[in-house]
């Protein structure tokens, strides 16, 4: 799986949209990237996921670049109960073999949302 | 409804001592994984059982051996505790690994001091 990098921490204020960057300059055709993320003492927590097309849910929203060597995701109006630990995780479409849904886990963003 | 769920959430042994920690799914999943969170806040996979049948074995010590008695349980028996196992343990499932639908649903997490 491609490697991904985060800024290891990030501040956003109540209301705002936070805007998490990730890098992934050497994923290939077939990699998705994935957005987990971790509030403190709990298991992580699935947010969103996509190819190469833009991507929403109830949770965020998901913006992958054209060449898809980095993505954004974004929160649109975060609370308090949003900081946590956010991760970026690049994974083949189809893992099979020793990969077989095998998730990656990396540093992360330590986003803070402050009031 | 708890979707993953573990027991105990603390243990705290002695060195040597062998324990075990256990996990259910009610999700209906047909795939399990468990996870070791270090103090650095790392988080790796260690196994992965599909219907009963490991398929990842991340170079686990054999003093880690997870048991499935059925697709909906997953437990960790750790023999001859270190202190280096001490760490968060998280239990997770998912129906489609390794598909670019999957979502990986986790516990609550062990907390494993070891003494």
């Known amino acids: 799986d491609a490697k991904t990098t985060q800024p290891p921490s990030m501040d956003c204020a109540e209301g705002r949209a936070a805007n998490l960057p990730c890098n992934h300059s050497?994923?290939?055709?077939?990699?998705?990237v994935y957005w987990y993320r971790q509030i403190h003492s709990q298991g992580p927590q699935y947010i969103i996921h996509?190819?190469?097309n833009n991507e929403t849910n109830e949770m965020a929203s998901l913006i992958i670049t054209e060449d898809r060597k980095s993505s954004t995701l974004i929160l649109p109006h975060a609370t308090l109960r949003d900081t946590a630990v956010y991760y970026c995780?690049?994974?083949?479409?189809?893992?099979?073999?020793?990969?077989?849904?095998?998730?990656?886990f990396g540093q992360g963003t330590i986003l803070t949302v402050h009031p | 409804d708890t979707a993953v769920s573990q027991t105990p959430k603390y243990l705290v042994t002695q060195m040597g001592n062998d324990k075990s920690i256990k996990c259910e799914q009610n999700l209906g999943h047909d795939t399990m994984y468990w996870y070791k969170q270090d103090s650095k806040k790392f988080l790796k996979i260690m196994f992965s059982y599909n219907n009963k049948e490991l398929i990842i074995n991340e170079t686990v010590p054999n003093r880690f051996s997870p048991k499935s008695p059925d697709k909906a349980h997953l437990n960790l028996h750790i023999n001859s505790l270190e202190l280096g196992d001490s760490a968060v343990y998280f239990c997770a499932s998912s129906q489609e690994p390794g598909t670019s639908t999957d979502t990986q649903y986790f516990g609550p997490g062990t907390r494993l001091t070891v003494l």
């Open positions: 996509g190819l190469k």
């Open positions: 995780i690049v994974r083949l479409a189809n893992a099979g073999g020793t990969s077989y849904g095998k998730l990656t």
């Open positions: 050497t994923i290939s055709g077939n990699e998705y």
